[in-house]
């Protein structure tokens, strides 16, 4: 009957003793081995010297040839040493090494890089001449060659010193210099404290930054209308389920989604009706060209359209907006900078009856697209913003002068400059003078005193004027022009930034203005007195915003003055009246609600604080 070759299972350490080479063969073989008597050198336990003797005596010529080294090496392992090459025949060839895994072959580096630090740490011990003491002292404890070995706790020892019997503990510190060991007084005598603890080790301190800003922040929970748009957001697949939510809330509810730029081509169809005739998205940042066309075709029956931030737009979504919205009328994009002239003169084609066009930033917007919204929309326009057009200059102006219903101008920042000259500025201001509501003049060089006095002659229904950025104007030029000009009282006056403007044109602007003026901008004036920074609280009480940055003469009594008025002296007497009935008061600015104090070094954290009042700019709420 054959044999098979099935085996039974076997255990782990008969596995690694089968790896390692060692089997039942070669231990019997060894066992064998060592139980025969040998009368030679192999057979004998005794020093090297005696196993030259006997070697000599019984087997010289076969021992001369072996050397000692290797004599040894059989002592210590047991083998025979004249029977050695005969049992490595019979023992089996060692298996080979097997293949380490990852995380053992990770452990046994990291285990020989400690073994090398400690080895390298040991010697740099060893090289060092001058110990320290404490090491010195420990090491002495540890029991080495200069110092005898500390005895056993619980044993009995004579002091050093004292010659005091005492029991050795934990604590007991050697004597120095030795030998011995001292009883507790004697430690304590020398000023060593035995039963002092370490020193915790000193952690390093992180530097403090230079500057820290204090920021101030009002923690809330997040409101009702806020939780709602979040849910709304979160499930913009079945918000129809939630039915008509209502032109005001769709308006919060875009501008929360806009904040955050959560506007995406996926919830922006909440927006869409095609009942809706009016349509405003502040960030359409993350909607593509196709998303806008989408836009268009879901809205049909818009007049109204306003995208903020809508740098995807180029001609074929232009060219979707000519064709698919008939009705429209009022257009204000931000950022609309890759569509073409020859889109936006299709655009005017179609659109003859646009009563309001507002662009900003849209470099290639160009002079053939201004000729041709003058061609087909000169009798409807009345809103005209051409803001940050890099290719403005006179011809632009002279276009512009040919609108016959404009009333809110803006042509502010321009992409030069200096390329529109004082004459063109003062030419179209003049040609709309009769019908300008607001003007913008920002950044425009050649602005100078003669442009507003002779170019604004002949307005009489301006409510907004912004002139920023003109460094020709000048103080009495400015105070000429407010002390003789027959417009009504402004209602916002914007002229920072203009470093030559003090005392007298800001009197002279009060005085004109200063009974319905609601915003003001001073913002950089140059020499403004605090007599005629006082004149904000007498005579501005309408206002609600107001920018005295870098003004250098507003401090904490002005701004105290202009929210709760002052009190002024009587004439006659030169005593100030203290009864209430014969005080005379002014209002101050009771209905501000906003103050710009950006580099006013005299403005403290004393600063008068009201409720419903925000002063922003306060340099003392910044620790440096």
């Known amino acids: 009957m054959s044999r098979n070759n099935v085996r039974g299972p076997t255990s782990a350490l008969t596995e690694f003793l089968k790896a390692s080479g060692i089997t039942a063969t070669s231990i019997a073989a060894r066992v064998q081995n060592e139980e025969q008597p040998v009368a030679g050198p192999s057979g004998t336990r005794n020093s090297e010297n005696e196993e030259d003797e006997n070697a000599n005596s019984e087997d010289g010529d076969e021992a001369r040839q072996r050397p000692n080294r290797r004599r040894r090496a059989s002592k210590s392992v047991g083998y025979d040493s004249d029977n050695l090459d005969g049992e490595q025949e019979r023992m089996p060839q060692p298996a080979k090494k097997r293949k380490l895994t990852k995380a053992a ?3 046994l580096k990291a285990k020989e890089k400690a073994n090398a630090r400690k080895k390298k740490k040991d010697e740099n011990s060893d090289d060092n001449e001058e110990e320290d003491p404490y090491r010195a002292l420990a090491r002495s404890w540890g029991g080495n060659s200069t110092s005898p070995t500390k005895p056993v706790i619980g044993n009995f020892e004579d002091c050093a010193k004292c010659k005091v019997q005492f029991t050795v503990t934990r604590y007991t510190m050697p004597a120095v210099p030795g030998p011995g060991y001292l009883c507790h007084r004697c430690a304590k005598e020398s000023g060593n404290d035995p039963f002092k603890k370490p020193a915790a080790p000193k952690r390093k301190k992180v ?9 101030f922040e009002e ?6 209308a806020s939780l709602c748009i979040q849910l709304i957001t979160k499930h913009i ?15 919060a509810i875009s501008k929360a989604l806009s904040k955050n730029r959560e506007l995406t081509p996926k919830n922006v169809h909440l927006f869409y009706n095609v009942a809706n005739t009016t349509l405003t998205l502040y960030d359409a940042t993350n909607l593509p ?10 809205n049909p029956n818009l007049t109204s359209l306003r995208l903020d931030f809508c740098g995807h737009m180029d001609d074929k979504a232009i060219s979707v907006l000519s064709s698919s919205l008939p009705s429209l009328k009022h257009v204000e994009l931000l950022g609309p900078f890759l569509v073409r002239s020859a889109a936006w003169v299709t655009f005017f084609e179609s659109h003859p009856t646009l009563e309001t066009f507002k662009i900003t930033q849209s470099p290639r917007f160009d002079i053939e697209a201004m000729l041709a919204l003058k061609k087909h929309c000169t009798s409807t326009l009345t809103a005209l913003r051409l803001r940050e ?7 632009f102006l002279d276009a512009i002068g040919n609108f016959k219903k404009i009333e809110e101008l803006d042509i502010a ?8 000259a004082a004459e063109a500025l003062q030419g179209v201001l ?14 425009h060089e050649q602005v100078t005193d003669s442009v507003l006095t002779e170019g604004l002659v002949g307005t009489c229904y301006l409510e907004e004027l912004v002139v920023q950025n003109a460094p020709l104007l000048t103080d009495s030029g400015v105070a000429e022009f407010f002390g003789t000009w027959k417009n009504q009282p402004l209602r916002r006056i914007d002229m920072g930034r203009n470093h030559n403007l003090g005392s007298a044109a800001l009197v002279a602007l009060l005085k004109h203005s200063g009974e319905k003026l609601e915003e003001l901008g001073i913002n950089g004036w140059g020499s403004v007195e605090a007599q005629a920074l006082k004149l904000l609280g007498r005579l501005g009480g309408e206002l609600r915003k107001l920018d005295v940055g870098w003004v250098r003469e507003v401090d904490d009594f002005l701004v105290k003055e202009w929210m709760e008025g002052d009190a002024e002296e009587d004439l006659e007497s030169g005593k100030k009246k203290a009864r209430k009935q014969e005080a005379v008061r002014s209002a101050g600015c009771t209905r501000l609600f906003e103050v710009k104090v950006w580099g006013c070094n005299k403005i403290t954290a004393k600063c008068l604080k009201k409720k419903g009042v925000s002063i922003h700019g306060v340099e003392s709420h910044t620790a440096v």
């Open 105 to 107: 072959e990770a452990k």
């Open 389 to 395: 057009i890099g290719a403005m200059s006179d011809a």
């Open 237 to 251: 697949d079945d918000v129809e389920a939630l039915g008509d939510i209502g032109v005001m809330n769709m308006d």
């Open 207 to 215: 530097p403090a930054e230079k500057r820290t800003v204090v920021n």
């Open 413 to 420: 920042d321009p992409g030069k400059t200096n390329e529109c």
């Open 219 to 224: 923690k809330r929970f997040p409101t009702l």
């Open 289 to 298: 060209s196709p998303a806008l066309e989408t836009l268009v075709l879901l």
């Open 430 to 443: 003049s040609a709309l003078s009769g019908t300008l509501r607001s003007l913008d003049l920002s950044r």
